[in-house]
């Protein structure tokens, strides 16, 4: 079973702070990561994609991945309580299956 | 533009029963991919549909479980003789394309319980 592995949490970080959310995988033939933002009971959203290694920026997201390490994070800035959510890391190798972490629990506190 | 719609958004059954779960893809979208994802998991793949074809099942748990695209849109995944290890939320997704690079469309799922 090829994994992808996420710090269940939860995760708690006060309003405006950095939240750093990061997922290992196992497979060294992954090609495109994602980290979807799921709300309770709702459907996941994708926020970021990232297929190459270094940071990739959007407004207050940004995506790290490392291939070396089997690494991929998710910086939040400035945290908002709206951020508040589960966020899954996937993984691609395929083209088109999606391989998901359980998620890590972000508690954003005012 | 309208996304991914799927019905019943819960289902209750008792064990044993057939169910039958619908997903209305984003129009033109080429590709649809039946997820499970139980409470507190992520979603796990179940299978993928290129068009009407199906490409992989390699996800589906038994041979109770069987989906269709008939027509390369809507799609219906089955679940023969439900058994209460398969309740969960079945999440339908669809893509542009067929590439790893596209973005996968979710809908807001089917709970269902298996009593």
């Known amino acids: 079973q090829k994994e992808v592995e996420q710090n269940s949490g939860p995760l708690s970080v006060p309003e405006g702070a950095i939240a750093s959310l990061n997922c290992t995988y196992s497979?060294?033939?992954?090609?495109?990561f994602f980290w979807y933002r799921q709300y309770s009971g709702k459907s996941p959203e994708l926020i970021m994609s990232?297929?190459?290694?270094g940071d990739k920026e959007d407004g207050r997201f940004t995506a790290q991945l490392n291939k070396a390490s089997q690494y991929v994070s998710l910086l939040i800035r400035d945290s908002q309580p709206s951020d508040s959510a589960t966020y899954l890391c996937?993984?691609?190798?395929?083209?088109?299956?999606?391989?998901f972490g359980k998620g890590t629990s972000l508690l954003v506190t005012p | 533009g309208a996304g991914v719609s799927q019905s019943p958004r819960y289902k209750v059954a008792k064990r044993g029963q057939d169910v039958a779960l619908r997903c209305d893809p984003i129009?033109?979208?080429?590709?649809l991919f039946w997820y499970q994802q139980a409470l507190g998991q992520g979603p796990e793949f179940l299978t993928y549909?290129?068009?009407?074809?199906?490409?992989?099942k390699s996800g589906l748990p038994s041979d109770r479980f069987f989906a269709e695209r008939p027509e390369g849109s809507v799609s219906t995944l089955k679940i023969q003789r439900t058994q209460q290890e398969d309740s969960a939320v079945y999440l339908c997704?669809?893509?542009?394309?067929?590439?790893?690079?596209?973005?996968?469309?979710f809908g807001p799922g089917t709970r269902l319980t298996v009593l």
């Open positions: 997704a669809s893509s542009l394309g067929g590439l790893a690079r596209d973005t996968q469309y």
């Open positions: 497979d060294r033939g992954s090609q495109s």
């Open positions: 990232i297929y190459s290694n």
């Open positions: 996937a993984v691609s190798n395929s083209g088109y299956a999606l391989n």
């Open positions: 129009s033109g979208h080429v590709s």
């Open positions: 549909f290129q068009n009407e074809a199906q490409l992989d």
